[in-house]
């Protein structure tokens, strides 16, 4: 099984993917992490161009598996694992519960002294931007990261993949998507 997870921020990828890997047993690939991780490779200011290209290096020889799980918003590196995911899930969270999602990682990642994006001042920012990429209000395409800006860009670059995408509004369509997908899980000798 190889499966993408994709949504906005604070949506519950990364909860699902390390979920999902976990019944599987697969390592899930943070395509998000990776790259905020990588960037200290990269000279300031940044070449995007190069960066882009490097990640989708790393996300095509992830992609080759056979089994995998991987988990990000980032479409423009996503691409090699959407052309070869079996399902694309996108999950979908009202904003009230987006909001309180970032809010929380920010500070829990702060108390823990781990926070990749420390201050308040980056998180207003962040915090901001998400609110307008969930009510459509940022100004459409993808970011200079690859990262769609609004849920209709997100919606629209998943458009060539439509007959892979699953899509997640509740709690209750998460669990019966993993149910599904555990039930389809081959049997180990």
Not at 32 to 44: I, K, M, N, Q
Not at 107 to 114: M, Y
Not at 120 to 138: D, E, G, V
Request: hydrophobic share 40%; net charge positive; glycine share 6%.
């Amino acid at each position: 099984m190889r499966i993408h997870i994709t949504g906005g921020p604070g949506a519950g990828k990364s909860t699902l993917a390390k979920s999902l890997a976990t019944m599987l047993n697969l390592e899930p690939l943070d395509l998000d992490g990776r790259g905020f991780a990588e960037l200290a490779r990269f000279p300031t200011p940044f070449d995007y161009e190069a960066i882009a290209a490097d990640r989708q290096d790393a996300s095509r020889a992830f992609a080759a598996g056979d089994a995998w799980i991987s988990e990000g918003s980032n479409i423009l590196a996503a691409r090699p694992l959407l052309e070869r995911a079996e399902a694309i899930v996108v999950l979908y969270a009202p904003w009230r519960v987006a909001s309180y999602r970032i809010l929380s990682r920010h500070f829990k990642a702060t108390i823990a002294r781990n926070n990749r994006f420390p201050g308040l001042r980056r998180l207003y920012q962040f915090w901001r931007w998400s609110a307008r990429f969930y009510a459509n209000t940022n100004p459409p395409g993808l970011n200079e990261w690859g990262t769609p800006t609004t849920q209709e860009t997100m919606e629209a670059e998943l458009g060539p993949y439509a007959t892979k995408v699953v899509r997640c509004r509740s709690k209750a369509e998460i669990e019966a998507l993993m149910a599904t997908l555990t039930d389809e899980r081959p049997a180990r000798a």
